[in-house]
């Protein structure tokens, strides 16, 4: 009996993360476009010595790169989470692989949805790829750390 209420406590905190992390990554959807591109542009400061090292002299290019490297991001972090909920889901109870996967790459579509309705932000077809790459990187470097802990 310990061990599935640990399983079952796990699954909760596993829960809330993911929860959690989904409001931060939606909320942040909510940002207008001009509050958004002062964010971005804070972050393209703080790395353009960076980029100007490794020949990356274009701003524009700086802040494309520091936009998609933050969604490819924040999408790992959820791939990781979505690893952690659905493998803990799945150790106390079956968990059926197709039906987790939809539920968390829907996570991306509504969040470029939201931006359609946002001033100064737009919805990317591009960037539910992107987030969906970040999600299945995510999820598979949580699961090789699963799997080389158990080894």
Known sequence: MPARHDSARRSVWWA???ACWVAFVWGH????GPQSSLESGMVVTLLRPLFEAVGVTDV?????LVRKTAHFTEYAILGVLARGLFGSLHAGRGVRPLP????VALVPVVDECIQ????????????VLLDLSGVVVG????HLVYIMRDN
Do not use: C, E, K, Y
């Open 29 to 32: 959807s909510l940002i207008q």
């Open 16 to 18: 809330a993360a993911f």
């Open 139 to 142: 999820a598979l470097l949580a």
């Open 116 to 127: 359609l309705f946002v001033p100064g932000r737009s919805g990317q077809v591009t960037d």
């Open 60 to 64: 524009d290019l700086m802040a494309f």
């Open 100 to 103: 987790a996967g939809l539920l």
